[in-house]
Each structure stands twice: as structure tokens, then as C-alpha cells.
T-cell receptor, first 115, second 110 residues
Framework: DADVTQTPRNRITKTGKRIMLECSQT?????MYWYRQDPGLGLRLIYY???????NKGEISDGYSVSRQAQAKFSLSLESAIPNQTALYFC??????????????FGDGTRLSIL | EDQVTQSPEALRLQEGESSSLNCSYT??????LFWYRQDPGKGPEFLFT?????EEKEKERLKATLTKKESFLHITAPKPEDSATYLC???????????WGAGTKLIIKP
């Protein structure tokens, strides 16, 4: 089984719909992240969480919200989807400790299309 | 402004033809530089972390090096299974967020 699992893997929906993407992990990491990936651009951070009670906005949080339901679960919501949110979405986890420069570990992504 | 630039955007090589991928960065203090491999339909897979200029890391046909301005990912005698997009990310001292390059798509032809 994958250490970082994202559901669904693919989703097509319409403008204005509410969408939730889910992420669960078995790595036991405290830190979790949501990114989006667009062609020709680097990964961009949407939200991150260093533990269950800690939620932080990333570079592009507008139009998104998150919930950290447990150490192992971190979900991303689009309250009212718009076409420019069409992208590949990745969840990642990371360990706490050291100098804060531990590598992140990624799920296989959700391909989201908004018509 | 913190920035990461990868070059070239795409690279086509014959099997066995060695080459290098470049990751240039501008950050106010480097906490770490990360290399990842991404296959189509998959998430990025961690390869290496480099922390200071002069450091080198190796794994099979891959070797990553770091200077104060850039990192190179050297690929020696590549095989078709090395075909993937290679991503570079930098973490600055000023915060914990990673700054990502757009990646280099590497294609190795048999």
C-alpha cells in the first residue's frame, strides 16, 4: 500500500461545485502539505500543517480551504470551483526535526478538471 | 526574491550518453536543496538533499553536486528507465516552504 494516498485520483466537475480532495498517510509524519502543479510551472504550495492544531496558508491559498482531521488525514476543499483551478493536486508529508529541512514525500496526485 | 530556475526544459539523449541537468537558485541563505524524480501519472519521488556548497551525493547513475549558486544532476551512461521529469526545490533559511523549479524532462532513447 502507498504511504501517502490521495482520493480521488481523477475528478471532473462543473464550475461552482464544492469539491473535497482527501489525503491520508501511514508514514507517521506530523507535517502535511497541499500543492498544485500546472504545466510549465513549479509546484506551488496551497496550505500546510505542522500538526493537527496548526494550519498555515501557502503561496496560493485563495479559493481553497483545508481541514486536518487527524495526524494522518489532511483534506483540501474548493468551496466554489472555477476553471482556473483545473490542475494536478499533490499531497505531501514531512518529518519534524533536524534543521527543518527534511525531504517531503508525495502521493500520486489528483487530476482535477473544472468545466 | 527567492527563485529557482531549471535548464534545459527538455533533454533528449541516446542510451549511454552522459549529461547534466542544471538548477540555479537565488535565496537569502540556503537551508537545503532537494532533487526529485517524477514519472508520468505519479508524484515526485525524493532523490537527494544537499545542504552546503561542495557537497555531493550519488545514487546509481545519478550524482548531485552543489555550489553557492547552482546544483547539477549528472547522469552517467543513462538507460531508458531514467526517462522522467527531474525537479529541483530549494528551502531558504527565511522560511520552511520549498521553492520549486519547473523541472527538466529527460528522455533517453534506446
Amino acid at each position: 500500500d502507498a504511504d501517502v494516498t490521495q482520493t480521488p485520483r481523477n475528478r471532473i466537475t462543473k464550475t461552482g461545485k464544492r469539491i473535497m480532495l482527501e489525503c491520508s498517510q501511514t508514514k507517521g509524519h506530523d507535517r502535511m502539505y497541499w500543492y498544485r502543479q500546472d504545466p510549465g510551472l513549479g509546484l506551488r504550495l496551497i496550505y500546510y500543517s505542522f500538526d493537527v492544531k496548526d494550519i498555515n496558508k501557502g503561496e496560493i491559498s485563495d479559493g481553497y480551504s483545508v481541514s486536518r482531521q487527524a495526524q494522518a488525514k489532511f483534506s483540501l476543499s474548493l468551496e466554489s470551483a472555477i476553471p482556473n483551478q483545473t490542475a494536478l493536486y499533490f499531497c505531501a508529508t514531512g518529518e519534524t526535526g533536524g534543521a527543518g529541512n527534511q525531504p517531503q514525500h508525495f502521493g500520486d496526485g489528483t487530476r482535477l478538471s473544472i468545466l | 526574491e527567492d527563485q529557482v530556475t531549471q535548464s534545459p526544459e527538455a533533454l533528449r539523449l541516446q542510451e549511454g550518453e552522459s549529461s547534466s541537468l542544471n538548477c540555479s537558485y537565488t535565496v537569502s541563505g540556503l537551508r537545503g536543496l532537494f532533487w526529485y524524480r517524477q514519472d508520468p501519472g505519479k508524484g515526485p519521488e525524493f532523490l537527494f538533499t544537499l545542504y552546503s556548497a561542495g557537497e555531493e551525493k550519488e545514487k546509481e547513475r545519478l550524482k548531485a553536486t552543489l555550489t553557492k549558486k547552482e546544483s547539477f544532476l549528472h547522469i552517467t551512461a543513462p538507460k531508458p528507465e531514467d526517462s522522467a521529469t527531474y525537479l529541483c526545490a530549494v528551502q531558504a533559511d527565511s522560511n520552511y516552504q520549498l521553492i520549486w523549479g519547473a523541472g527538466t524532462k529527460l528522455i533517453i532513447k534506446p
